[in-house]
């Protein structure tokens, strides 16, 4: 062999070996982004139940939060006086379960129409401990429905 077919071969060779650990690199990268990407989806997750669903689940895991949605209950909110803490019930048509917020309640939670969004921790035989409200807005059609029907 002379001279340039051996600086051919080691050129060649040093390549293929850098070829080599780039596309290592490469897949080791992408792994890992896949990896972190789908940690982070699962953190974020949260089961969502409806009330009679929610009934017979067991208790939420520690850290992780379950969200569950129904209709306000009629006459069954109470707050005691100068207190923040609200207690009431969620119905769904099915189901009943008994609730507690601690805080400041959206405007439309009492809207007879409004379906409301509890997300908190679930024990059962316990009263929902709600750590977020959210209210659905009612449809604008079914209130122009009915505010049709009150005028006839």
Not at 38 to 61: D, H, K, L, N, R
């Amino acid at each position: 062999m002379n001279d340039r077919n051996i600086d051919s071969y080691i050129s060649e060779s040093k390549m293929t070996s850098n070829r080599g650990k780039f596309l290592f690199a490469a897949v080791v990268l992408c792994a890992a982004l896949g990896y972190f990407a789908y940690m982070a989806f699962q953190g974020a997750m949260v089961y969502y139940y409806t009330v009679s669903e929610i009934s017979s689940q067991p208790a939420t895991a520690e850290g992780r939060t379950v969200r569950v949605s129904g209709k306000l209950k009629p006459g069954s909110f109470h707050r005691v006086e100068g207190s923040t803490s609200a207690h009431f019930s969620l119905v769904d048509g099915i189901g009943e379960i008994g609730a507690v917020h601690n805080g400041v309640l959206p405007d439309l939670f009492f809207n007879e129409h409004s379906e409301i969004i509890l997300e908190g921790t679930h024990t059962p035989g316990q009263e929902f401990d709600s750590q977020i409200v959210i209210v659905k807005c009612p449809s604008k059609y079914v209130a122009m429905e009915e505010s049709e029907e009150d005028k006839r």
